[in-house]
Structures are given as C-alpha cells and as structure tokens.
C-alpha cells in the first residue's frame, strides 16, 4: 500500500520539489499539503503549486491535517520545524526534517522529540553527500592532525543560514574522524587579523550568489600535497528523492534521532 505522506513548507523551494517527489513515486501517496497561516497559496491546489497538473488537493495551515499522514515531512524554518515536530509527537507520527541552522537548543529540543517517534533528520538527504560524510569521516582518521581541513561551501542568494548545514555536517564527520569535540576544533568564518591557522582547526568558508543549488568541498591541506573531495549538487530532486526515502523508512520504527546515513546504511 502506498505510504501517505504529508508535507510543512509545501510551497517553498524544497516543499514544492516534494511534492513532486511523493506524486511521481509509485509508491507514495500525497496526503496533505501544509502552508504557514496567512500563506497567500493557502487553499491553492498542491499540484498547481509544484507545476504539475492539479492534484485535487488545496492546501491546509492545520497541522493536523498534515500529521494525519503516515508520515510527515519538512523543510522550513528552524521555529517553525520544532513546533511541527512537538506537534507530530502529540499525534504519534513520524517526522522527517532537513531544516538546516537549528541552534544548539533547537537540536537538544529536536532530540527529546525523537524520544517519542521517529525522526530523521539531516542536513542533506543526497545520495552523494551521504557518501561523501562517510569518506570525509575516514580521510580525516587516515590522514590525522598534519593535515589541514578547510571546507567550502556555495550556495543561492536565497539561503538564510551559514555555514550550510551540509558543510557543517562534513565538518563534524571530519570531527569524528580525528575523534575531536566539533565544538573544539570549528572555525566557522575569518576575518581581520587572525594570526596563523591553529593545527588541528576545522575551517570554514561560504559563498552565496545566483542560483547554485549547493556545492562543498573538502579540502585536506598537507605538506606539499592537497586532497579535495567534493559534492554538486545538480537539482533538488536528489535531496527531494531522499526525503522520500527517508519517511518509507521511517514508518514503523521505534522512536530515536536518526540520520540520512542510517536510512541509506553507509
Ligand atoms: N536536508 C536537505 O537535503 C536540504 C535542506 N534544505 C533546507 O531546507 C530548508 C528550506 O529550504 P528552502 O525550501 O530552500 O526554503 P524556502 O524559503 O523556499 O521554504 C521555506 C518554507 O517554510 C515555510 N515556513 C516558514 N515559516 C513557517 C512557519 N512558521 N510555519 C509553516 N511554514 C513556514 C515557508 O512558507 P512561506 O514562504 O509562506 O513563508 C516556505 O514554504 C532550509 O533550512 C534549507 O537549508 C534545503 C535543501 C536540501
Ligand atoms: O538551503 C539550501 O538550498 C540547501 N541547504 C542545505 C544545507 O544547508 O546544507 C542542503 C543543500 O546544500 C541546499
């Protein structure tokens, strides 16, 4: 039986990319398409919305709506993301998320969610990053402390947070590989005078501009050589297919915090 998906942000960049996603797969239903109140595309046919045909079904700003699916999932706003993910516990759904640029708070707050229903929730639900979190993870165990890690990140002029939550999430797997505390060894931005990069540092730098839909690279930085491993990401699909995977996944697990790297096993 098809997995009925319900869908928060659905007329945001990523929302309307799910959509699309849930409606073409053959296996997955729409069951809802949610917008914050006041939207000016609520009632508004989800389909019409992500430039399909009509769907037959309008947009809701009633939570419960949404979370009467299977399976809900979001892309929005970090505040908005806790208070979707509060209401999903209440009614026992499971909760897939790939908002970026929670605080640290808002990630505790995420995890005592979690403690309740299923929730996946990553910054990036690409194939290709998850892959690449898994051999960032094991370079930076391979090749150890002489070797400098910078990573680099470009994204639209529309993103809101910085560094990206991907490139945040490379730099805890390169973290992990050194078995280095994140918190300890990030350095987010630069500027000014800074004196001479500290060994062991975990750099970072972000790009914004046009409509560049998220690029990372890693940059290994060693004595007289350099490795860069890196990710484009050519369309929003890739990170919609993944959401779409990832609520499959979710349905009828036990509650816990998982990753996109737990639903795709690497
Ligand atoms: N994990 C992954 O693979 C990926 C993660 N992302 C992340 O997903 C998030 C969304 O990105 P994107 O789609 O580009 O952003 P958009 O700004 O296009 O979409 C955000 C959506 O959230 C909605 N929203 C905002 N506030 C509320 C609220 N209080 N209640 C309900 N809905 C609300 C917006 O509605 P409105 O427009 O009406 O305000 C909009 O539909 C970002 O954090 C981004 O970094 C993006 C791509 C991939
Ligand atoms: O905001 C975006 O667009 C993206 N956000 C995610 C992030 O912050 O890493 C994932 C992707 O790169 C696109």
């Known amino acids: 039986m098809a997995t009925r998906i319900g869908v928060f942000g659905a007329?945001?960049?990523?929302?309307?990319?799910?959509?699309?996603?849930v409606a073409e797969a053959g296996t997955a239903a729409l069951a809802a398409a949610g917008v914050r109140p006041g939207s000016a595309d609520l009632g508004v046919d989800a389909g019409t919305l992500a430039g399909l045909p009509p769907l037959g079904l309008a947009t809701t700003d009633r939570n419960a709506e949404v979370l009467a699916a299977d399976v809900a999932i979001d892309f929005t706003l970090p505040d908005a993301t806790l208070a979707h993910a509060a209401d999903a516990a209440d009614a026992g759904t499971p909760f897939v998320t790939g908002t970026t640029g929670l605080s640290a708070d808002q990630e505790a707050?995420?995890?005592?969610?979690a403690t309740r229903i299923p929730v996946v929730y990553a910054p990036n639900m690409s194939v290709g990053?998850?892959?690449?979190?898994?051999?960032?993870?094991?370079?930076?165990?391979?090749?150890?402390?002489?070797?400098?890690i910078e990573i680099v990140e470009m994204h639209h002029n529309r993103k809101v947070d910085a560094p990206s939550g991907t490139a945040v999430g490379l730099g805890r797997?390169?973290?992990q590989g050194r078995g280095r505390q994140f918190e300890d060894?990030?350095?987010?931005?630069r500027e000014g005078h800074t004196g001479p990069r500290v060994a062991g540092q975990i750099g970072f730098?972000?790009?914004?501009?046009?409509?560049?839909?998220?690029?990372?690279?890693?940059?290994?930085?060693?004595?007289?050589?350099?490795?860069?491993?890196?990710?484009r990401a050519g369309g929003r699909h890739i990170f919609a297919n993944g959401a779409v995977t990832a609520a499959q996944w979710a349905v009828g697990r036990a509650p816990g915090l998982y990753s996109m790297r737990d639903v795709l096993g690497l």
């Open 173 to 175: 797997a390169a973290a």
């Open 185 to 189: 060894v990030a350095v987010l931005s």
């Open 205 to 231: 730098a972000t790009m914004r501009g046009g409509d560049v839909i998220g690029e990372h690279t890693v940059v290994f930085a060693g004595p007289s050589e350099r490795i860069e491993l890196g990710h």
């Open 11 to 21: 007329n945001g960049r990523m929302g309307r990319m799910i959509v699309k996603a």
């Open 129 to 148: 990053v998850n892959l690449l979190l898994a051999l960032v993870e094991r370079v930076a165990a391979t090749l150890g402390d002489p070797w400098d």
């Open 109 to 113: 707050a995420l995890a005592a969610i």
